[in-house]
């Protein structure tokens, strides 16, 4: 079964997209700021990552930049997610590795898109 | 430096200036004096806070505190205070002085804030921290109902019973921990015009406010929390109602410029979170729920998961109203809306939300694994959006490729999308090619892709290309980092080189009327150069004379205005001097307490004005001939009393104005100078010989000190006493074209008098000729010019003099500077100097009038030229050489040497 993991401090926002991805029968790990997430992607496979960008100890760009320099991370799917895009912090999302990027809160059915195109049933 | 902090340091400067001269008289009858005072005192702390200067902040809040009492009443006024007070405000002073060497706010040496502190509060009668029964910090919202009936009025189903307000006793404990405090402000309706921003202020607090609520609308409580409140809005005099979760001393440190307007009022959060299910009628409860998700019953991360969960709806489609009674509590949510919230956080609570639409979904079946890639899956229209959405955010993401990695990053994501669009190839070699895919994809035609037609046919070719791009890339940042990481250091090397102390800001303040005449001026003046192409025009046909009239004509009208301009710029140039004065009072407590003597210091004309730059550079003279006083000069109070003098001792300090020069006098009522003792270091030091000593008068042998390499005092002392004093301050004093002059009488005290030019920009020369060359001489050492002849040139013993009104005056010829041929047949021209009271005549060839110059110091080797102090340029380029008086008087002096040897 495919994991997706959430990193977001905050609980109301990693319960909410947690609850989707689980009714699609996925495993979800979550992670509360990018220290934690770094310390779980080395246990865990994981198919999908999902990242706000402002998190306390480490933020969502470090996250991806430390992320990025696993061997068996390079080309792993990263979203990341936040409240509202602006044309820089895309560009340093890009930057920094992260390959997609979506605007809080992502719709359901946008979910259930982003996975079947980005994660092996 | 950071401007705010600027700003808040010539304030602060101005405010202590304003106390150190007032805080003497706080005990007297004024109440006015007292207030204002305090007000200086209130300002201060204001604005030390703003700026973050805790040390100051601390220092004057209590110093504050001990003159509201005194306002009030509440407090007698003692004569201890006066000295716990300067002490305070002294050390103020030094962080302020510090802050402004260092361009940033320092760190307070501890100990000694907190023993300020501590005295302030003996003062006080308030014992230190914990040595008393504790009393509860704050003032207490007696009237609940204000609260009640805001905003939690409109409760649905809650009405003010049920929110519990806390009943227990309010102990000291309960102050230190975090609790939930309800805050009213009545805030004044000037506070803004004073800076006081409550947003602002409550802003500090961060998370900890939990909402912000004012009593006009509820519409203008939401402007105010947006920011987009406007200015008039917030003059409005308007009650504010916090919810803030914090300590108490938390919220006073961020409201502390409040402090007179808040009251608080502590809330029972317990109660407040445990309100039963069906109690009001509802199914769940908001704030029960929230408590769920969040684990905890921590308020404050309640308070930011509604903040993530309003985030995560976005703000135009609130849809969950079980955050209402929550949000009640700020007056933030409409009634309408809480159906829509109840839903969703049911939901949302069970994990629910997905699971009522997965009917609606076309397909629940994931797609299988095993999918053929030529076949593409069915694709809802949602699908469709999420995949021209990824094909856009690669083709911005190959922007940023900079390496293979980067390249396979983005190959990965279409390899992806492959099995819904199998039109994606296999493969991809390079950046160019996935960026003409994507772009032909999407419909763009870019210049992209007509390069990449070129380079398909060449693919070898194009990689290289590629790789050699990257690499200039690479090259490219690489060397704007480097310039980006030089700027800051050029940066810091400039501030350095302008750290000169200073003690004037590098603003001034000009009044309106000065700006509108000068505007006056300049308008005429554009008027008068308007005339010059009119002259033009019609200088055909003219002939010289009435050429010559007519410019002679517009030079008379532009000099005017010009002399007009000068003055009204050099007069918003001037300060008072009152900017060095006011520096003196802590200055001279400083150092007679550390010496154990009583000085007490008179100040006058402190309104005198002054050059700006004159001011900067008299203050560090000043200091030194000060310290002298204090330290040389006045004796300890025994030795005073022994002598039958008060015990204090008396400096005075005087300035004004007398023609063009201002004089400061520095007068002790010391013991004076031993002029005995100077002459005796004199010969000791073998500075000049006692037959030159016996020759000077009384004043002359007080001026010995003046002299390089001399100091009289037995012990050097911290303040004094080097031996490179007082002939320092001579040099900077003349430095600037001023004078320094010294009377001492034995056991009455010394006199030290400085007399310096109002401005340094612009000297009046007297403008002569000698033997063709011009040379000017400072206006101010001329008395007279006067013609007379040859004949009535006397003699004494072989010296020539003139009698003028009476007056015998030695007559100086320079004979290898004169054209004697020219002096022939013509009464002699004569300048009569008046060098520090000793008068001159010297014969010249000519004068030629006055001249205003901005004379230029000698550099190099004619640095110290005996005769010549300085050069200017003169209309038509020439340069002319400027006469040192003193100079002409060596000259004389050296003659008549050498007239006596010849004699001999």
Redesign the interface.
């Given at each position: 079964m495919a994991s997706i993991m959430v990193v977001d401090d905050?609980?109301?926002?990693r319960?909410?997209h947690g609850?989707?991805l689980?009714?699609?029968?996925l495993d979800v790990v979550e992670a509360e700021n990018g220290m934690e997430a770094l310390e779980k992607s080395l246990d865990a496979e994981i198919d999908l990552y999902l990242v706000d960008v402002n998190m306390p100890v480490m933020d969502g760009y470090s996250f991806i930049t430390q992320l990025?320099k696993q061997a068996n991370h390079?080309?792993v799917?990263v979203i990341m997610i936040t409240?509202q895009a602006k044309e820089e912090d895309?560009?340093s999302a890009?930057?920094v590795?992260a390959?997609?990027?979506e605007t809080?809160?992502i719709r359901?059915?946008?979910l259930?898109?982003?996975?079947?195109?980005?994660v092996?049933? | 430096m950071d401007p705010l902090l600027e700003q808040f340091l010539g304030e602060a400067r101005e405010n202590l200036s304003f106390i150190d001269q007032n805080i003497e008289g706080i005990g007297g009858d004024d109440p006015e004096l007292l207030n204002s005072v305090f007000r200086a005192a209130h300002t201060l702390k204001g604005g030390s806070g703003i700026v973050g200067f805790e040390s100051v902040k601390i220092i004057t809040h209590h110093a504050e505190d001990l003159l509201d009492m005194l306002r009030a009443g509440k407090l007698d006024f003692a004569e201890s205070m006066t000295e716990v007070l300067y002490d305070a405000f002294d050390e103020v002073l030094n962080l302020i002085d510090a802050a402004e060497e260092s361009g940033g706010i320092v760190d307070a040496d501890e100990e000694r804030v907190s023993s300020i502190v501590e005295a302030l509060s003996q003062q006080m009668g308030k014992e230190l921290e914990g040595e008393k029964a504790w009393a509860l910090p704050f003032t207490l919202l007696d009237d609940s109902s204000q609260i009640i009936n805001f905003p939690l009025d409109g409760l649905n189903g809650i009405n003010s019973q049920k929110v519990a307000f806390l009943n227990k006793p309010i102990d000291e404990s309960f102050v230190k921990e975090q609790n939930f405090y309800a805050v009213t402000f009545d805030i004044d309706e000037s506070c803004m015009v004073y800076g006081n921003d409550p947003i602002y202020a409550l802003s500090l607090l961060g998370e900890n406010v939990i909402a912000i609520s004012s009593c006009i609308t509820d519409d203008n409580s939401k402007a105010i929390l947006s920011g987009t409140e406007d200015e008039d809005g917030l003059l409005l005099k308007t009650q504010l109602n916090a919810f803030v979760y914090g300590t108490y001393e938390e919220i006073e440190e961020a409201l502390f410029n409040f402090s007179d307007e808040i009251e608080l009022l502590p809330l029972d959060i317990d109660t407040l979170l445990k309100v039963n299910y069906g109690d009001s009628g509802h199914a769940i409860d908001s704030l029960k729920e929230l408590c769920d998700?969040?684990?905890d019953f921590d308020l404050k991360t309640i308070a930011?998961?509604v903040r993530?969960?309003l985030?995560?709806?976005g703000s135009d489609t609130i849809q969950y109203a079980q955050l209402k009674r929550f949000l009640d509590i700020g007056g933030l949510i409409k009634e309408e809306d809480t159906s829509k919230l109840k839903t969703f956080f049911k939901s949302?609570f069970k994990?629910?939300?997905?699971?009522g639409?997965?009917d609606n979904?076309p397909s629940d079946e994931?797609?299988?694994?095993s999918q053929n890639q030529s076949e593409s899956?069915e694709m809802?229209e949602?699908?469709q959006?999420?995949?021209q959405n990824?094909f856009q955010?690669?083709y911005?993401?190959i922007?940023?490729i900079e390496n293979d990695?980067?390249l396979?990053?983005?190959v990965?994501?279409l390899d992806?999308?492959k099995?819904?669009m199998p039109e994606i190839p296999d493969t991809f070699s390079s950046k160019a090619e996935v960026s003409s895919f994507i772009a032909n994809e999407l419909g763009l035609e870019s210049s992209v892709e007509e390069v990449s037609v070129e380079q398909v046919s060449e693919p070898i070719a194009q990689v290289k290309q590629e790789n050699i791009s990257s690499q200039e890339v690479a090259i490219e940042q690489n060397t704007v980092e480097l310039i980006e990481e030089e700027k800051p250091s050029i940066k810091k090397v400039v501030p350095k080189k302008e750290d000169k102390k200073s003690i004037v800001g590098k603003t001034v303040k000009i009044d309106q009327e000065s700006i509108d005449s000068l505007m006056n001026v300049v308008g005429e003046l554009l008027v008068a150069k308007n005339s010059l192409p009119y002259l033009a025009d019609n200088v055909i046909g003219m002939t010289h004379d009435v050429i010559k009239r007519e410019i002679m004509d517009k030079y008379i009208f532009i000099n005017r205005l010009s002399e007009k301009l000068q003055d009204l710029i050099m007069g918003m140039r001037m300060l008072p001097i009152s900017y060095v004065f006011d520096r003196y009072p802590k200055l001279v407590r400083d150092i007679s307490k550390k010496l154990g003597k009583k000085v007490k210091l008179d100040m006058s004309g402190g309104e005198t004005k002054l050059d700006k730059n004159m001011i900067e550079m008299l203050a560090d003279p000043m200091i030194h001939i000060m310290r002298n006083s204090l330290d040389h000069g006045i004796e300890m109070p025994d030795v005073r009393e022994k002598k039958g003098k008060d015990s204090s001792g008396t400096v005075t300090l005087s300035a004004f104005a007398q023609s063009d020069k201002i004089v400061i006098q520095i007068i002790d009522d010391g013991a004076g100078i031993n002029v005995q003792r100077v002459a005796d270091k004199v010969l000791e030091k073998g500075l000049m010989t006692s037959e030159e000593i016996d020759k000077l008068s009384e004043d002359e042998m007080a001026e010995l000190v003046l002299m390089p390499g001399l100091s009289t005092a037995e012990e050097i002392t911290e303040f004094s006493g080097r031996g490179v004093g007082m002939d320092v301050v001579k040099k900077s004093i003349e430095g600037f074209g001023g004078t320094i002059g010294i009377k001492t009488t034995a056991n009455v005290g010394t006199t030290i008098t400085l007399s310096i030019p109002v401005s340094l920009a612009v000297t009046s020369l007297l403008h002569i000729l000698m033997d063709n060359i011009h040379y000017g001489i400072p206006m101010e050492s001329v008395s007279e010019t006067v013609k007379i002849d040859k004949s009535e040139i006397e003699y004494l013993h072989n010296e020539p003099f003139i009698y003028i009104r009476g007056e015998v005056i030695p007559l100086l010829f320079i004979d290898s500077m004169l054209d004697k041929s020219d002096m022939e047949e013509k009464p002699l021209s004569i300048v009569v100097l008046n060098i520090k009271g000793n008068m001159l005549a010297v014969v010249v060839n000519e004068f030629l009038g006055q001249l205003d110059v901005v004379q230029k110091p000698l550099v190099g080797i004619m640095e110290a030229h005996p005769l010549f102090s300085g050069t200017a340029l003169l209309g038509n380029g020439q340069i002319i050489m400027s006469i040192d008086p003193h100079g002409l008087l060596g000259i004389s002096a050296s003659l008549k040497l050498k007239e006596q040897e010849e004699v001999a």
């Open positions: 905050s609980k109301t926002v319960s909410y609850s989707i689980k009714s699609f029968g990025r390079k080309t799917p409240t895309k560009a890009y930057k590795g390959n997609l990027f809080k809160p359901p059915e946008q259930k898109a982003y996975i079947d195109i980005l092996e049933m | 998700i969040a684990d930011s998961e993530n969960s985030e995560l709806v949302l994990g629910e939300v997905y699971a639409m997965q979904l994931a797609p299988a694994p899956p809802d949602t699908t959006e999420i995949l990824m955010q690669q911005k993401a922007d940023f990695e980067d396979a990053r983005v990965s994501i992806k999308m099995k819904f």
